[in-house]
């Protein structure tokens, strides 16, 4: 590769000016330089959405999928090459509300992949209606009279669906994002990071000062291995509370690791007729 190929810049970003996906794409672009991985030694998938527009800011072997489907088509791609790192990005409506399905079975599944959801509580990309994270009562253009349904609560959906990394971060606090990010890397399994993402164009209820007030770094010595900790912490009243840190981790054998197809390697590398031998000769 020359050096140039080694650079993670792409398009310059579109975002509007001091919105949150300016510092998580900044951490995402560090993590991947701190892992010395290379652009085509990652894939990255991307959800619709502001956030999805990252695909075109970052230079890396990606792919922005249909609404809702990035992280099915991740499980696909990690299935197809379980040695590349698999990263996933898309807002708090596409992975909780259109890909909700597929965020439920990729943690059961524990699938290897790396989940980073820019929560920001509206669809910023079509001006600014409620997303699942949306708190009771948020006034947006979908809901004038605020919204009825309770939030979706993030952390809690994905510690008791089986996910083994789970972790909050703060676009406005990078280095902690960044590490948090890397960490979520080198984790075997589901990682999942859900980043405190202010939309300062159609979100006026959740802003950098909203989370300043709320967010509560985890203590000392808190320990991420204890669930029911990590139980607790996430029961905290969403509206008055954000904690920030790895909230859980823990080891358990992943959706890969228990299909024998991929014993031989990674499927992108072994012969189509290796292990569909007995499949073909059915066909004929
Ligand atoms: Fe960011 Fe909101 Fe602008 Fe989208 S609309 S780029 S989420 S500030």
């Known amino acids: ?37 290379t652009p085509d030694k990652i894939a990255m998938l991307f959800d619709i959405g502001c956030s999805g527009n990252m695909n075109d800011f970052i230079n890396a072997y990606a792919m922005h999928t249909l609404h809702g489907r990035a992280l099915a088509t991740a499980v696909g791609v990690k299935i197809a090459n379980h040695s590349l790192p698999v990263l996933v990005t898309g807002g708090d409506g596409a992975l909780y509300g259109e890909g909700g399905n597929h ?87 589901l990682a999942v990071i859900n980043v405190l993402q202010p939309c300062v164009t159609f979100n006026k209820v959740n802003t950098y000062a909203y989370y300043l007030k709320r967010i509560q770094k985890l203590a000392e010595n808190y320990d991420p291995s204890d669930y029911r900790a990590a139980l607790e912490i996430t029961h905290l009243p969403l509206e008055e509370k954000f904690p920030l840190g790895i909230i859980y981790k823990t080891d358990r054998v992943t959706y890969q690791d228990e299909l024998p197809q991929l014993e031989a390697g990674p499927l992108v590398h072994q012969s189509p007729f290796t292990n569909a031998g007995e499949l073909a000769r059915g066909w004929r």
């Open 1 to 37: 590769m020359t050096d140039a190929s080694l650079d993670f810049a792409g398009f310059t970003p579109t975002w509007c000016g001091g919105c949150g996906n300016w510092g998580i794409g900044k951490a995402v672009e560090l993590a991947l330089k701190k892992q010395n991985l």
């Open 103 to 189: 965020f439920l079975h990729a943690c059961r599944g524990n699938h290897d992949l790396t989940v980073i959801v820019h929560d920001n509580s509206v669809y910023g990309l079509t001006t600014g209606q409620v997303s699942p994270t949306a708190h009771k009562g948020h006034k947006s253009k979908s809901t004038p009279q605020g919204t009825i349904d309770r939030p979706v609560n993030p952390l809690l959906l994905a510690l008791t669906q089986g996910a083994t990394f789970i972790a909050q971060g703060f676009t406005a606090q990078l280095p902690q994002l960044t590490e948090m990010i890397e960490a979520g890397m080198e984790h075997k399994g």
